[in-house]
C-alpha cells in the first residue's frame, strides 16, 4: 500500500510539472546565432531553435551545406534579418521546397546606409534588438496561437534585460572623453552601435566582410588615425586579425582586443549570448578608450 501511495504521489507530481499543452515544440530556424539566441529568450522550452551559421561563423560568407535545405524543409519558423545580410538565402530557399513561414526580424528598423548599401547589422543599437525581439515574439505568437502568451510572457521578461543592457551601455560611454570615441575596427559593422551610444567606427572594409580594402583605402584609414589621433584598433572574432595588425603597427594605435560583431561564440567563449556580447564590447571599448 505504502509504495502504491508513493507511486501516486509521483504521478501527480509529475503531472503537475508536465507542459499542460499537448503540442510538439515549434521548429524554427534561424538565419545565424544572434538570432537564434533572440529566438531561445523569447521561445524558452515551447520552441526547438537551429541556426544556420553557428558560433564565430561569418553570415556574410557562408556557404550552406545539403543538409541545410533539409534543416529548413522541416521548419515551422524561418527566422532572418534581412537588409541584404543573407544572400545565399534565396538559392537555399528554392533548393529546400520547405513552407516554412518566414519572418524579418528587422521589420519596422529604418536602415542605415553605407554607400549605397543598407547596413545590415542593426542588432548592434540595443534598442534596435527589441524590434528584433518584439517580431520573434509576434512571429512565434502567430505559429502557435496555443502559447502565445508564453511568447509574450518571456518577450517581455527579455525586454526588460535589454532594457537594463541599454542603460549599462549607456552609462559606461559617459564614462568615455568625448575625444577619445573614436575607434578603428575591421568592417563597417557597428554603425547602429555609433549612432545610438557615440562611439565613433572606422573600418577599412565595408558592410560586408566579402570586401576588400585597397591599398588606397588603407593609406586613408592610416592617415586618419594619425590626424585624428584615434587611440585604438579593434579585432573582431570572424575577420583576419593580419589588417588590423598591420594598421596598428604603422600608426601606433593600441590593439583594444577582440570586439564580438555578426556572431557569438561557444558557450565556454566571451560572447556566449547577445547580452553578453554587448556587455562584452562595452567592456573592452571602456577598458581602453576611457584610460
Not at 70 to 81: E, Q, S
Not at 179 to 206: N, Q, W
Not at 258 to 266: A, I, N, Q, R
Request: charged share 25%; hydrophobic share 45%; proline share 5%.
Amino acid at each position: 500500500m505504502r509504495r502504491f501511495r508513493l507511486w501516486l504521489i509521483c504521478v501527480v507530481i509529475a503531472a503537475a510539472v508536465a507542459p499542460v499543452h499537448g503540442q510538439e515544440r515549434v521548429k524554427v530556424v534561424a538565419s545565424f546565432s544572434i538570432l537564434g539566441d533572440f529566438v531561445k529568450n523569447v521561445g524558452g522550452d515551447r520552441v526547438d531553435v537551429t541556426t544556420l551559421v553557428g558560433p564565430n561563423g561569418d553570415v556574410h560568407v557562408y556557404d550552406p551545406a545539403p543538409s541545410d535545405a533539409k534543416t529548413i524543409a522541416g521548419a515551422r519558423l524561418l527566422v532572418i534579418n534581412g537588409l541584404g545580410l543573407e544572400g545565399w538565402l534565396p538559392r537555399l530557399l528554392q533548393s529546400s521546397g520547405g513552407k516554412a513561414a518566414i519572418i524579418t526580424a528587422t521589420r519596422g528598423i529604418a536602415p542605415l546606409k553605407v554607400g549605397s548599401d543598407a547596413d545590415p547589422h542593426a542588432w548592434q543599437s540595443v534598442v534596435d534588438a527589441k524590434i528584433y525581439v518584439t517580431n520573434i515574439s509576434d512571429a512565434l505568437a502567430a505559429a502557435d496561437p496555443a502559447d502565445a502568451g508564453v511568447f509574450r510572457a518571456n518577450a517581455r521578461d527579455y525586454l526588460t534585460k535589454l532594457d537594463a543592457l541599454d542603460g549599462e551601455v549607456r552609462e559606461a560611454v559617459a564614462k568615455i572623453p568625448p575625444s577619445r570615441r573614436k575607434v578603428i575596427s575591421t568592417h563597417d559593422a557597428f554603425g547602429y552601435f555609433a549612432a545610438a551610444y557615440g562611439i565613433e567606427f572606422v573600418a577599412p572594409l565595408g558592410v560586408s566582410t566579402e570586401s576588400e580594402a585597397s591599398a588606397r583605402d588603407i593609406a586613408g584609414i592610416i592617415t586618419e588615425i594619425k590626424r585624428q589621433k584615434i587611440p585604438a584598433v579593434f579585432l573582431e572574432n570572424i575577420s583576419d586579425p593580419r589588417l588590423i595588425r598591420r594598421i596598428s603597427a604603422e600608426t601606433g594605435a593600441r590593439v583594444g582586443g577582440t570586439l564580438y560583431s555578426d556572431s557569438l561564440t561557444g558557450e565556454k567563449g566571451d560572447a556566449p549570448t547577445y547580452i553578453e556580447l554587448v556587455r562584452h564590447n562595452i567592456k573592452a571599448l571602456t577598458a581602453t578608450l576611457a584610460d
